[in-house]
């Protein structure tokens, strides 16, 4: 079982930077591959990223490429995702999700997941 909590939105001006943060507890927290999706208002949850469970693979959705960067520290159960030069286009709730397979980019193939943090992005 795998509890995450997420953390690190709010509303931020265009071309501004948000870094979203992701706290995971359990016993074996360490060792899940983790994702970041976001769904805005009346559209379907998306993905954004993804890394595995050792940081040494990592996965974008290509409107994010360049300037969305995700991380883990796996001494502190947590997983970031640094988001710069953000634009309206990237408001939405911004979800974690972890499971023990990797690669994954589809939202169904995750297990756990978070209560997610809203990111608005608006001048």
Request: proline share 3%; charged share 20%.
């Amino acid at each position: 079982q795998v509890q995450l909590v997420e953390s690190g939105g709010g509303l931020v001006q265009p071309g501004g930077s948000l870094r979203l943060s992701c706290a995971a507890s359990g016993r074996t927290a360490s060792t899940y591959a983790m994702g970041w999706f976001r769904q805005a208002p009346g559209k379907e949850r998306e993905f954004v990223a993804a890394i595995k469970w050792n940081g040494r693979s990592i996965y974008y959705a290509d409107g994010v490429k360049g300037r969305f960067t995700i991380s883990r520290d796996n001494a502190k159960n947590t997983v970031y995702l640094q988001m710069n030069s953000l634009e309206p286009v990237d408001t939405a709730v911004y979800y974690c999700a972890a499971d023990l397979s990797f690669p994954r980019q589809l939202s169904r193939d995750f297990e756990y997941w978070g209560q997610g943090t809203q990111v608005t992005v608006s001048s």
